[in-house]
């Protein structure tokens, strides 16, 4: 295959067929995974017209379906007039070259065609420096097999002394020049990273954060866009979102959250991305409260909520608090259905975001979390501490008040997480005649860190 063709990677219009081997230990069905590859060809732009499957026990190393199953993928894609073909595997340099000279026809892996999805939705400057940078380290090791242009140049003028010797092969010269380019990419990310590290420390600090997260087309830009004054892009597409989004979700009585919409995951996300967005999933490093949004409507949604457990895990995002939150239900015609995610996942809450049902539950979840574990105290501060005062009177239940030697005293109900918020504002502060900080250790219990989100979910704290 030419220059050209392979430096037009876009499957922009382009007719796909869709290649899925079934390999020793391969766990989640066929079908599921022809639909996933599909949904992920169509965001691309792509028409799928026809589908090719074997079992192998591993792959073949030249090409890595077998010689007879290669006949058939070319008499296919010409048969169809297919103009691409797309692997659901990661596939070395040689096995696509090989492939594309068996079939005259464009192969391009799963990690390629989400590459090519990424880059075609990054909006913002930092996601586009992070899809580069994917992108190269991605063609870095398949220079050889990709491009032809690999003919010696020499330096100097062509004859005479000193321009005799090997020279340097062109294919180095491309190495070099794509080093060069990821160095100058990664001091432009760092820079925007450290900027972002410092937004989140002080959004923390003045906030509570609650990180919307889950398999790409869940539903989290449409909820996010339910919940807070809406903005984020909604599709109903495979990785509409690609940077972060803010916005303050009220959730009443005066108490209210930073909500941040963040990019999918996916199964077999290339490890390229993972590295290169983890600066726009440091928002999902840091929040407080993780929702876990889970498409309740599709077949493959358990397997989906253990890839979004463990990218959570690779990405060093697993012990904060956390609610399982099934979307879609409103799809889910028949009751049975619902019982069944019952079963599965009893503390999970059934929501719609298209008919805000359950929305309302959600919302007071959310707001149990952030009061944290309810207590009757009582506090002492000093008069002149209004800002504190304030908070007492407009956050929490007062059950009495009194005052004694320029000090307030308030009898009140309040949560163990909103003793932060009050000692962030006075530091001056006893609770039931003993320090802020050995009230805290006495009164309440640590919530768990770390648990199962369909049996022990860590945001069930003690009311």
């Known amino acids: 295959?030419?220059?050209?063709?392979?430096?037009?990677?876009?499957?922009?219009?382009?007719?796909?067929?869709?290649?899925?081997?079934?390999?020793?230990?391969?766990?989640?069905?066929?079908?599921?995974?022809?639909?996933?590859?599909?949904?992920?060809?169509?965001?691309?732009?792509?028409?799928?017209?026809?589908?090719?499957?074997?079992?192998?026990?591993?792959?073949?190393?030249?090409?890595?379906?077998?010689?007879?199953?290669?006949?058939?993928?070319?008499?296919?894609?010409?048969?169809?007039?297919?103009?691409?073909?797309?692997?659901?595997?990661?596939?070395?340099?040689?096995?696509?070259?090989?492939?594309?000279?068996?079939?005259?026809?464009?192969?391009?892996?799963?990690?390629?065609?989400?590459?090519?999805?990424?880059?075609?939705?990054?909006?913002?400057?930092?996601?586009?420096?992070?899809?580069?940078?994917?992108?190269?380290?991605?063609?870095?090791?398949?220079?050889?097999?990709?491009?032809?242009?690999?003919?010696?140049?020499?330096?100097?003028?062509?004859?005479?002394?000193?321009?005799?010797?090997?020279?340097?092969?062109?294919?180095?010269?491309?190495?070099?020049?794509?080093?060069?380019?990821?160095?100058?990419?990664?001091?432009?990310?760092?820079?925007?990273?450290?900027?972002?590290?410092?937004?989140?420390?002080?959004?923390?600090?003045?906030?509570?954060?609650?990180?919307?997260?889950?398999?790409?087309?869940?539903?989290?830009?449409?909820?996010?866009?339910?919940?807070?004054?809406?903005?984020?892009?909604?599709?109903?597409?495979?990785?509409?979102?690609?940077?972060?989004?803010?916005?303050?979700?009220?959730?009443?009585?005066?108490?209210?959250?930073?909500?941040?919409?963040?990019?999918?995951?996916?199964?077999?996300?290339?490890?390229?991305?993972?590295?290169?967005?983890r600066s726009t999933l440091e928002e999902t490093v840091h929040c407080q409260l993780l929702l876990i949004l889970l498409d309740a409507s599709d077949p493959s949604a358990m397997s989906q909520l253990d890839t979004v457990e463990k990218t959570l895990k690779d990405i060093g995002a697993e012990h904060q608090p956390r609610l399982l939150v099934l979307n879609k239900i409103d799809r889910l015609i028949d009751p049975a259905d619902r019982l069944v995610w019952v079963s599965r996942c009893p503390d999970a809450i059934q929501i719609s975001s298209v008919t805000s049902e359950g929305v309302e539950i959600l919302a007071e979840e959310v707001r149990q979390a952030v009061i944290g574990p309810v207590r009757e105290v009582l506090i002492s501060l000093p008069i002149q501490a209004s800002k504190a005062i304030d908070f007492l009177e407009k956050r929490t239940e007062i059950v009495e008040r009194a005052w004694e030697d320029n000090r307030a005293l308030y009898t009140v109900r309040l949560g163990r997480n909103q003793i932060e918020q009050i000692l962030s504002r006075e530091r001056d502060v006893t609770i039931d005649a003993m320090p802020a900080v050995d009230a805290i250790e006495s009164l309440w219990i640590a919530p768990p860190k770390n648990g199962d989100c369909c049996h022990l979910p860590p945001h069930r704290l003690e009311r």
């Open 1 to 277: 295959m030419g220059y050209e063709q392979r430096e037009d990677l876009n499957v922009v219009a382009e007719r796909a067929i869709l290649v899925a081997l079934t390999l020793r230990g391969e766990r989640i069905p066929i079908d599921d995974r022809f639909a996933e590859l599909g949904a992920l060809t169509e965001s691309a732009g792509g028409v799928v017209v026809g589908h090719i499957t074997q079992k192998r026990r591993l792959p073949n190393g030249r090409t890595f379906v077998g010689k007879g199953k290669v006949a058939e993928l070319k008499d296919l894609a010409d048969s169809v007039d297919a103009t691409i073909i797309i692997f659901d595997h990661d596939m070395s340099p040689s096995q696509i070259q090989n492939l594309e000279e068996a079939t005259e026809k464009k192969i391009i892996d799963r990690s390629e065609l989400i590459l090519d999805i990424f880059s075609s939705r990054a909006s913002t400057a930092e996601s586009k420096l992070q899809v580069e940078i994917a992108q190269l380290q991605y063609t870095y090791p398949r220079l050889r097999a990709m491009w032809d242009h690999l003919g010696q140049v020499t330096g100097g003028a062509p004859v005479g002394i000193g321009t005799r010797g090997p020279g340097e092969q062109q294919i180095e010269i491309d190495r070099r020049l794509v080093q060069r380019r990821l160095r100058q990419l990664r001091r432009e990310v760092e820079e925007i990273q450290q900027r972002s590290v410092r937004e989140v420390k002080k959004r923390n600090n003045d906030h509570f954060t609650v990180g919307l997260v889950g398999y790409t087309n869940a539903g989290k830009s449409t909820l996010f866009n339910v919940l807070t004054s809406g903005g984020a892009w909604a599709h109903d597409q495979l990785f509409a979102t690609l940077s972060t989004r803010i916005d303050r979700w009220e959730l009443g009585g005066g108490m209210g959250v930073m909500l941040s919409d963040t990019v999918g995951f996916i199964r077999r996300l290339p490890h390229h991305l993972v590295a290169s967005f």
